[in-house]
């Protein structure tokens, strides 16, 4: 079994609907949880960052986590086609100078 | 802007010829990392440099080296290129390897074996 597991979708939406994205998880010494957008031939960027169980919300996002399930997810409103992109989830130990762990990565589309 | 750059964006080279990736960053940050991206993968990381101190990850290849002359700088040597080391190579930077610490990417280098 993989550390995270991630559907690699393509994902494809209507402007203005509500995308729910997941990720998995096998380890529960896994602390931090990450998730990334990657826009086409672009590298990474963090787009949310928690700590610990339960939900954290910055203007359309929200971070969602679930250390009981081992369950992360990430939900966009009133989505916008500015939004396509492929958003990796990435997590991390709670042990000092430890690497992230990426997920695949869910590609998503936002039709107009 | 601050910024994590790759130079260059997009690599050609041959089966078994030498091919240097390089990396420059203005954040002025301690650590430096190497991943490899596939297609439709995960971030794989390579190693990373926090300051001089040289971290290689247990299953990177032998292949792949790199170095750092400087906190600006860091460069990715693959020694002799195979047709399964066609990647896309990110580049990222933070200020520490702490856990709570952000990583900045640069926007890739793309490499193609022939």
């Known amino acids: 079994q993989k550390e995270v597991e991630q559907d690699p979708g393509p994902l494809s939406v209507p402007e203005g609907a509500i995308v729910s994205l997941n990720c998995t998880y096998s380890?529960?010494?896994?602390?931090?949880f990450m998730w990334y957008r990657q826009y086409s031939r672009k590298g990474p960027e963090l787009l949310m960052y928690t700590y610990s169980s339960g939900n954290k919300e910055d203007g359309r996002f929200t971070a969602q986590v679930d250390k009981s399930s081992k369950y992360i997810s990430l939900f966009i409103r009133d989505s916008q086609p500015s939004d396509s992109a492929t958003y990796l989830c990435a997590l991390r130990r709670n042990s000092g100078n430890t690497p992230l762990v990426f997920g695949k990565g869910t590609r998503l589309s936002v039709i107009a | 802007d601050a910024m994590v750059i790759q130079n260059p964006r997009y690599q050609v080279t041959q089966f078994g010829k030498p091919v240097t990736l390089s990396c420059s960053q203005t954040?002025?940050?301690?650590?430096m990392y190497w991943y490899q991206q596939k297609s439709s993968q995960a971030p794989k990381l390579l190693f990373h440099?926090?300051?001089?101190?040289?971290?290689n990850e247990a299953d990177t290849p032998d292949n792949f080296q790199s170095r750092r002359p400087n906190t600006s700088f860091c460069f990715l040597d693959i020694r002799s290129p195979g047709l399964g080391d066609a990647a896309m190579y990110l580049c990222?930077?933070?200020?520490?390897?702490?856990?709570?610490?952000?990583?900045?990417f640069g926007p890739g280098t793309r490499l193609t074996v022939l």
């Open positions: 954040l002025n940050h301690n650590v």
């Open positions: 440099y926090y300051d001089k101190d040289f971290n």
């Open positions: 990222a930077t933070s200020g520490t390897p702490a856990h709570t610490d952000t990583q900045y």
């Open positions: 380890n529960s010494a896994f602390q931090y």
